[in-house]
Nanobody, 127 residues
Framework: QERPVETGGGSVQTGGSLRLSCSAR????????MGWWREAPGKERETVAA???????LYANSVKGRFTISKYVANNTLDLQMNNLELEDTARYFC?????????????????????WGRGTQVTVSS
């Protein structure tokens, strides 16, 4: 059975924490930018966190102060620590990478991630 790319999702109550992890092939891991985006029914896709190759980290305003993205070179993984989860964080989370050029905040949103290679992991927050 194929190993899932994204792991760590689940169901938690508001205020709880989850840690998502993403495994990537080395050539993907060396992209200019990697990060996490989320998709929820009726909402626009949102990139919540991204890390550029030069170490610059970006967070969406909606998660700033609550989420932390980390990249582990030793095993080609990208983690997202999510604390103080809110109902609005309910979504399917995908690990994604850019196609060159890196990520930046444009118009108040993180831009640059263009593709993902896994099925995502579901995060459900309830009250």
């Amino acid at each position: 059975q194929e190993r899932p790319v994204e792991t760590g999702g689940g169901s938690v109550q508001t205020g709880g924490s989850l840690r998502l992890s993403c495994s990537a092939r080395e050539y993907t891991y060396r992209r200019d930018c990697m990060g996490w985006w989320r998709e929820a029914p009726g909402k626009e896709r949102e990139t919540v966190a991204a890390i550029n190759g030069d170490g610059r980290i970006l967070y969406a305003n909606s998660v700033k102060g609550r989420f932390t993205i980390s990249k582990y070179v030793a095993n080609n993984t990208l983690d997202l620590q999510m604390n103080n989860l809110e109902l609005e964080d309910t979504a399917r989370y995908f690990c994604a990478a850019d196609s060159g050029g890196g990520c930046a905040v444009i118009g108040g949103a993180i831009r640059g991630l263009t593709s993902h290679w896994g099925r995502g992991t579901q995060v459900t927050v309830s009250s």
